[in-house]
C-alpha cells in the first residue's frame, strides 16, 4: 500500500499525524509546502492526501485542483485552522473527501484517514465507466424482467395500454419505453397528468378549443390530441378524470374523433393512448365513479408496475445507479454505498418507491459526509437507535422532487425533517417494525417520567390522527376511498376526523 502524505507548514502537526499513523501501521511522507508536494506528484502518488489549507507559498486548494488534474479519485483530506463557511465549501467544492478543522481530535483524525484508505482501495469502476449513459429501466427482479419481456412483445402493436400501480413506481418510464421501442416512436411523446389540470380546464388542455370558445379564449389553440399525432399520448392518473370529460375520451376512443371546445368540425385523432393510474379502477367502476365502458376500453392491454417492496432485490442497483446520475447532474464523481449500509436500506419498505429511492440519492450525494456512505450517514430518519441513529421521530409528510429520474417531472427539492434535509417520496420512510415499537416504548417512558396524563389516550388520539391524516393524503382528501383503505366505516372515519380535528 502507498504512504500516506501529509502537507502542513507546522511540524507539529505532521510529527503528530506520523506517530499516530504509524502505530496504525500506515507508512508517511511529509511536506513542508505545496510546491514539494506538487513536485512529488510527478514522479508518484499517495493512498491518501491529508493537507492544510493555508500555508506560505501555496494553498491546500490549490493542491487539491492539482490531484484532481493528475490523480483522479484519490482522496484529499483538507485540514485547517480557519474553520469558517468559505473554506469548508471551498474544499468540497474542490472535491475534497472531507474537511478537518484545527484542532482535531487524532484518534478521529486516524479514522477518518482509514476510512479515505479503504475508499481509495475499493477501485470498483473508472470515472469514464461510471459516467457512461444509463440505460432506460433498470430491475433484475422477476416482476421487471416480466415488464421488460412485455415492453417488447408490445414493441410492434399500437395497443391501448392501462399501466397501474403506486406513485412513485415509474409508470411514465414504462410509457416512455412503449412509445420509444413502437413503431410511433419518431412521432412525438405527449403527458398529461389529469388529476393536476382543474376540472374547468382540462377539457380544453385535452381536446383544445376555438377563438372565442370561452372568456379569455383569444386565439384558436391544439389540445394534446393534437399535439400527440402520429404519436403517443399518456394520460396519467386517470382515475381522477371528472365523470363528464370520460364520456369524451371514450369517443375519441371509439370512433377517432373529437371536436375541439366550441368547435363545430370534427377532428381525426391518429393517436396512440397510453394510460395509467395509482387507483383501482375496478372499485371505482362499482362506486360509480369511472365509465365501466371507458375502463374496458382502456384495459386492452395491462401491465401492473411493482411497488419497490416486492422488487427489494434491485434497491442496490437502483441505488447505484441513482448516486451516478445525480453525480453527473451535478459534476462530481458518484459516491458508492457500503455493503451493510445497501443491505439496510435493502430491507426498508420505500412507501414513496422508486421517486423515494431516488430522493434519497439525491441528498446523499449532497449531504453525505464521505465518499463511501455507510450507515450512519443516512438521513437520521432511515437510522435506528441501535446503529447510531437519533432519536426515534414518527415518520411525517416531506416534500418530493417529482422523479427527475424515473418520472420525468419538474425537481422541487427536499423539505426538512428533524432539522436536517431528508429526501421525500409523499410520505416519509417507516423504521423497521423493531424500530417502530422500540421508539413508542421509548415515548411511553418519556410521558411516564413526566407523569403526563391518560397516557394511553393520549398516544391513541396521536396514532389515529397519524394514520388518518396520512389515508386522507393518500387518497386526496376522499374519505370514503381512505375509509375502505382502512378498513373502517365512513361514519367511522367522519366522526375521527371531527373528533381528531383533522377538518382542513
Do not use: C
Not at 184 to 195: C, K, Q, S, Y
Not at 263 to 269: D, K, Q, V, W
Amino acid at each position: 500500500m502507498k504512504p500516506i502524505w501529509i502537507v502542513d507548514d507546522d511540524q507539529s502537526i505532521r510529527w503528530v499525524l506520523e506517530k499516530a499513523l504509524a502505530r496504525e501501521n500506515f507508512a508517511t511522507r511529509s511536506f513542508a509546502n505545496v510546491r514539494e508536494a506538487a513536485g512529488a506528484l510527478e514522479h508518484d502518488s499517495p493512498q491518501v492526501l491529508v493537507s492544510d489549507i493555508r500555508m506560505p507559498g501555496g494553498s491546500g486548494l490549490e493542491l487539491l485542483q492539482t490531484v484532481r488534474d493528475r490523480v483522479p479519485g484519490l482522496p484529499v483530506i483538507i485540514m485547517t485552522a480557519f474553520s469558517d463557511l468559505d473554506s469548508a465549501v471551498a474544499a468540497f467544492q474542490g472535491g475534497a473527501f472531507e474537511y478537518l478543522a484545527k484542532p482535531f481530535d487524532v484518534d478521529k483524525a486516524v479514522e477518518l484517514i482509514r476510512r479515505a484508505v479503504d475508499e481509495s482501495m475499493r477501485g470498483e469502476q473508472t470515472w469514464d465507466d461510471r459516467v457512461a449513459e444509463a440505460p432506460e429501466m433498470l430491475g433484475q427482479a422477476p416482476a421487471m424482467q416480466d415488464m421488460f419481456r412485455a415492453i417488447g412483445r408490445l414493441s410492434h402493436s399500437a395497443a391501448t395500454v392501462l399501466i397501474t400501480g403506486e406513485s412513485g413506481t415509474g409508470k411514465e418510464l414504462v410509457a416512455r419505453a412503449l412509445h420509444r421501442h413502437s413503431p410511433r416512436a419518431n412521432g412525438p411523446f405527449i403527458a398529461l397528468n389529469t388529476a393536476a389540470i382543474p376540472k374547468d380546464l382540462l377539457e380544453s388542455e385535452l381536446f383544445g378549443h376555438e377563438r372565442g370558445a370561452f372568456t379569455g379564449a383569444q386565439a384558436m389553440r391544439q389540445g394534446r390530441f393534437e399535439q400527440a399525432e402520429n404519436g403517443t399520448l399518456f394520460l396519467d392518473e386517470i382515475g381522477d378524470m371528472p365523470f363528464d370529460l370520460q364520456t369524451r375520451l371514450l369517443r375519441v376512443l371509439s370512433d377517432g374523433q373529437f371536436y375541439r371546445v366550441g368547435g363545430h368540425n370534427p377532428l381525426r385523432a391518429n393517436v396512440r393512448v397510453i394510460a395509467a393510474t395509482h387507483q383501482n379502477l375496478e372499485s371505482r367502476v362499482r362506486q360509480g365513479l369511472f365509465r365501466e365502458d371507458l375502463y374496458h376500453r382502456l384495459n386492452v392491454i395491462r401491465l401492473r408496475l411493482p411497488p419497490l417492496r416486492e422488487r427489494s432485490e434491485d434497491i442496490p442497483l437502483l441505488t447505484r445507479h441513482f448516486l451516478q446520475k445525480s453525480a453527473r447532474d451535478l459534476g462530481v464523481e458518484p459516491k458508492r454505498v457500503s455493503d451493510e449500509a445497501l443491505a439496510y436500506l435493502t430491507s426498508l419498505p420505500f412507501p414513496g418507491n422508486v421517486r423515494q429511492l431516488e430522493n434519497l440519492a439525491n441528498w446523499l450525494t449532497v449531504m453525505a459526509p464521505a465518499q463511501t456512505i455507510e450507515i450512519k450517514d443516512l438521513p437520521p430518519d432511515l437510522v435506528s437507535t441501535q446503529q447510531g441513529g437519533s432519536e426515534f421521530v414518527p415518520a411525517a409528510g416531506v416534500v418530493s422532487s417529482e422523479a427527475a429520474v424515473g418520472n420525468g417531472g419538474a425537481a422541487n427539492g427536499v423539505a426538512p425533517i428533524t432539522g436536517v434535509s431528508a429526501p421525500g417520496g409523499g410520505a416519509g420512510i417507516p423504521l423497521p417494525v423493531a424500530v417502530w415499537e422500540s421508539g413508542l416504548r421509548t415515548e411511553v417512558a418519556k410521558l411516564l417520567r413526566e407523569n403526563a396524563p391518560d397516557v394511553m389516550d393520549e398516544l391513541s388520539r396521536r396514532f389515529e390522527a397519524a394514520v388518518i391524516r396520512e389515508a386522507l393524503d393518500f387518497t386526496r382528501g376522499r374519505k370514503v376511498e381512505a375509509a375502505e383503505r382502512l378498513g373502517i366505516g365512513r361514519n367511522t372515519i367522519t366522526r375521527k376526523i371531527q373528533e381528531l380535528n383533522l377538518e382542513p
